[in-house]
């Protein structure tokens, strides 16, 4: 088999893709434990309805629009 340094270099790139989706595939696999923080609910504090949870701040969103006349003259 002839090993050239494009064959060599496919090798790495495969290689490394590999080893990209295997870890985001651990990682996933593993976030489905649940641990110390990890709560089943959303706010993942980890007491599962033992206790409040913390409130959090709601975005305020604004509704930017036009007013007539406001902004510009009319020519």
């Known amino acids: ?4 340094w494009q064959t060599i270099a496919v090798a790495l790139i495969i290689a ?5 989706v ?3 595939a651990l990682l996933r696999l593993r976030s489905f434990r649940t641990g110390k923080g990890g709560g089943s609910c959303a706010t ?7 206790v409040d949870a913390p409130l959090r701040q709601s975005n305020v969103l604004v509704q930017v629009g036009r007013t007539d006349g406001a902004g510009r003259s009319r020519r």
């Open 22 to 24: 295997g870890r985001r």
């Open 16 to 20: 490394g893709a590999l080893l990209y």
């Open 44 to 50: 993942g504090c980890g007491t599962c309805g033992d």
């Open 1 to 4: 088999m002839n090993f050239d």
